[in-house]
């Protein structure tokens, strides 16, 4: 079992920057692929951002290629998404997710994930 705590949501202005943490607990956290999703009210669960278990293949929705960036550091167990020039529609609440199976690509799907945290919200005014 992999429980995931997520940290570093907030209000922020258009523009602005915020870093999400997903703090993972477990021993085997280096051998999962890790993703983002949001989802706004109203809307289904999407696809953010991803990083596979060694941290060499990332993946990102067009909608936040170039102002997001997901990384990981297996020493911490912790996962990051760094956001820049933040809009607002990229207000929601973000998730974390694990993938215990091994892969190689990113998944993008909500199946494809294992575990997810509680959820953080970010919310991006105008």
């Known amino acids: 079992q992999v429980q995931l705590v997520e940290s570093g949501g907030g209000l922020v202005q258009a523009g602005g920057s915020l870093r999400l943490s997903c703090a993972a607990s477990?021993?085997?956290?280096?051998?999962?692929?890790m993703g983002w999703f949001r989802q706004a009210p109203g809307k289904e669960r999407e696809f953010v951002a991803g990083?596979?278990?060694?941290?060499?293949?990332?993946y990102y929705a067009d909608s936040v290629k170039g102002r997001f960036t997901c990384s990981r550091d297996n020493a911490k167990n912790t996962v990051y998404l760094q956001m820049n020039s933040l809009k607002p529609e990229d207000t929601a609440v973000y998730y974390c997710?694990?993938?215990?199976?091994?892969?190689?690509?990113?998944?993008?799907?909500?199946?494809?994930?294992?575990?997810w945290g509680q959820g953080a919200q970010v919310t991006v005014s105008s």
């Open positions: 990083i596979i278990w060694s941290g060499r293949n990332t």
């Open positions: 997710a694990a993938r215990s199976r091994r892969t190689v690509v990113v998944e993008t799907t909500v199946l494809s994930y294992d575990y």
């Open positions: 477990g021993r085997t956290f280096s051998s999962y692929a």
